[in-house]
């Protein structure tokens, strides 16, 4: 397994933007399809942007697409969650995780981070 660290989540205004971060561990970062996820309470997890290593193009929910942008740094083992425009109801914790194939399916991701909080106050 690989060893997923967040960081970056706060409390931001309505409109307002954060950038997520998220340190992977081992030595082939940039063969990893790399997905963000984001769970509110009393829902399920759900499925937010995919970064495919093999040059396919990002994949994004429909519900944040225009807004954030998956990115990733090859050589620091990281991947990026830029949130711009932010709206309440984005408010949830967001995970970061890897799969071994092109998925943006949950049961896809086999390593998962600890996670870390979004607010946004209206």
């Known amino acids: 397994q690989v060893q997923l660290v967040e960081s970056g989540g706060g409390l931001v205004q309505a409109g307002g933007s954060l950038r997520l971060s998220c340190v992977a561990s081992?030595?082939?970062?940039?063969?990893?399809?790399m997905g963000w996820f984001r769970q509110a309470p009393g829902k399920e997890r759900e499925f937010v942007a995919a970064?495919?290593?093999?040059?396919?193009?990002?994949r994004y929910a429909d519900s944040v697409r225009g807004r954030f942008t998956i990115s990733r740094d090859n050589a620091k083992n990281t991947v990026y969650l830029q949130m711009n425009s932010l709206k309440p109801e984005d408010t949830a914790v967001y995970y970061c995780?890897?799969?071994?194939?092109?998925?943006?399916?949950?049961?896809?991701?086999?390593?998962w981070g600890q996670g870390t909080q979004v607010t946004v106050s209206s």
């Open positions: 995780a890897r799969s071994r194939g092109n998925s943006i399916l949950r049961e896809a991701y086999d390593s």
């Open positions: 081992g030595r082939t970062f940039r063969t990893y399809v």
């Open positions: 970064s495919f290593w093999n040059g396919g193009s990002p």
